[in-house]
């Protein structure tokens, strides 16, 4: 079946403009969960959605970056006024009722 | 909070020989640990993972080892191929929650 996608596959943008990434979960899979890798580095923990049930948010960086999930399903990143130190891969994955995580191709982002 | 160490950072084996990857982590509340290749330019993907409630586990060449009392986990590759090259990382989670990942292995098999 269809797996974790993510639009843009890659994103450059300008320092100071807003971005938003789009993350399509495997169907009927109800934890989404937003990680960030910065070149070369491991993965990095962003927010988490479980149901109906209010995100965890304790990996955002800072108050720049939001998120949102319609539905329980598609769910949206967005970075207002980008830094240049926000460039990284954002990689989206998500759960079903298991442990296991499906991640997602990721985002390219570039902030120039 | 959650802190997982992963070591060595790069390793460097013969076609043939075997690789270990270690991982610690500091939260005595995690009971899930799986491990993650990660080929360059692509995404994650789950190799091999442990429950805190068994001690080892064994997929063909893979194996993962838990340690809980000593809070360490192993990851065990034996006869390597060049087609394992690629980044490992080892990840630590309680209760089906967020992942904490190691800063990975850069692994290396040589023909």
């Known amino acids: 079946g269809a797996g974790v996608s993510q639009s843009p596959s890659n994103k450059v943008t300008e320092k100071g403009k807003d971005v938003e990434l789009r993350c399509d979960p495997i169907s009927g899979h109800t934890a989404l969960y937003w990680y960030r890798q910065s070149l070369g580095q491991g993965l990095e923990f962003l927010i988490y959605?479980?149901?109906?049930?209010?995100?965890?948010k304790s990996g955002l960086p800072s108050d720049r970056f939001s998120a949102e999930r319609t539905g329980g399903s598609v769910s949206t990143l967005t970075i207002q006024r980008t830094q240049q130190e926000d460039s990284a891969v954002y990689l989206c994955?998500?759960?079903?009722?298991?442990?296991?995580?499906?991640f997602g191709p990721g985002t390219r982002l570039t902030v120039t | 909070g959650e802190n997982v160490e992963q070591h060595p950072s790069t390793l460097s084996v013969q076609e043939g020989d075997s690789a270990v990857i270690k991982c610690t982590y500091s939260?005595?509340?995690?009971?899930?640990f799986p491990w993650y290749k990660q080929e360059l330019g692509k995404r994650p993907q789950l190799i091999i993972d442990?429950?805190?409630?068994?001690g080892e586990k064994k997929d063909q060449r893979i194996a993962v080892t838990l340690n809980k009392t000593a809070k360490h986990f192993s990851l065990h590759i034996t006869e390597t191929q060049p087609e394992d090259s690629a980044v490992y990382f080892c990840a630590a989670s309680a209760s089906q929650g967020n992942l904490i990942f190691g800063k990975g292995t850069k692994l290396s098999v040589k023909p």
């Open positions: 959605f479980q149901g109906n049930s209010a995100p965890d």
């Open positions: 939260d005595s509340a995690s009971n899930y």
């Open positions: 442990i429950r805190s409630n068994v």
């Open positions: 994955a998500t759960r079903e009722w298991g442990y296991e995580q499906y």
